[in-house]
């Protein structure tokens, strides 16, 4: 019996221990590379080793100007905000179409379900690139989307809320970018409503029902908050790729649509400052998993308090 105890002591910790050692070796050691280099200066073709040997001595130099020009430069500021938003709005619009799509899917009869599945999985086996190159033909002028937007007269009043920059000029402008990040991420908001919508049982639907509660008030009082987990999970899977997006903005965004992810390019490739990139990416992610550690945190204390 203690043999059979140890056993699964160890293979529990095998199964716990396997994802924190990828966590390790793919996110935190290239995470702690970046920190290093954020912290270093700029050699004339890489950046200097933190750590130093002089007179038998080893030395730590850690600089942190970068940091302190970060804060100092509203640009790097407004572009943050700029990412941020744009990522907002994406993860908004997406859950606007994914969810009374997942719905759909959910209710569908079973024998029609994985040809919906395998609908939304489709544009994944077209390279990414070429998606979003399509969007170019799509939104230039005398693109067919082009042409309905001008003959319905849309582009008067995009120009009116200032998403485009004058009417009949659609690419290079926030519209081009949001509609290309939405279309790029929208199976990402839709598999884990699906997922989750598929589950939920649908006698408390019937109950609500019988208890008096009209359709429309039995999917905002049962099934909205049942899909809660769903919601959440296809939010993050949407807003945190979006908001370190470079392919797009740079293909569909224009001089408006600004993100961190040029600037990091910037930084790098052409100005070829290494600690400054990095200071700017660790900012970044700090951005993303602070909130979200916070959050995680709160959802685990409502839980255990409704447990």
Not at 192 to 207: F, G, I, R, T, V
């Amino acid at each position: 019996m203690k043999r059979l105890f140890d056993w699964v002591r160890r293979g529990r910790t095998s199964v716990i221990g396997v994802p924190y050692l990828w966590l390790v070796v793919f996110f935190l050691a290239p995470f702690l590379v970046v920190v290093k280099y954020s912290l270093s200066e700029m050699g004339t073709v890489s950046v200097n080793d933190i750590l130093t040997v002089k007179d038998g001595v080893l030395q730590l130099t850690l600089r942190g100007n970068t940091y302190f020009s970060l804060t100092q430069d509203d640009l790097y500021w407004k572009t943050y905000w700029s990412s941020i938003k744009y990522a907002a709005i994406t993860t908004v619009f997406c859950l606007a179409i994914g969810y009374p799509f997942s719905y759909f899917m959910a209710r569908a009869k079973a024998t029609i379900q994985p040809a919906l599945l395998m609908l939304v999985m489709l544009p994944f086996w077209t390279s990414f690139l070429l998606r979003v190159y399509a969007w170019k033909g799509l939104l230039d002028e005398n693109g067919w989307v082009w042409n309905v937007l001008i003959a319905l007269h849309l582009d008067q009043s995009l120009a009116y809320f200032d998403v485009i920059s004058a009417p009949g000029k659609l690419m290079n402008t926030p519209f081009s970018l949001v509609i290309g990040m939405v279309y790029t991420y929208l199976p990402f908001m839709i598999l884990p409503l699906y997922s989750n919508l598929a589950k939920m049982d649908l006698k408390l639907l019937e109950a609500a029902s019988d208890l008096g509660a009209t359709p429309w008030k039995a999917f905002w009082l049962i099934t909205v908050p049942l899909s809660k987990a769903g919601i959440i999970a296809g939010s993050m899977l949407v807003f945190i790729p979006c908001v370190g997006e470079f392919v797009i903005p740079e293909l569909l965004g224009g001089p408006q649509t600004l993100m961190i992810g040029r600037v990091l390019w910037d930084e790098f490739f052409s100005n070829n400052d290494w600690p400054m990139a990095s200071t700017v990416a660790v900012v970044m992610i700090l951005l993303i998993i602070v909130p979200l550690a916070i959050f995680n945190r709160y959802q685990a204390e409502a839980q255990e308090k409704a447990a």
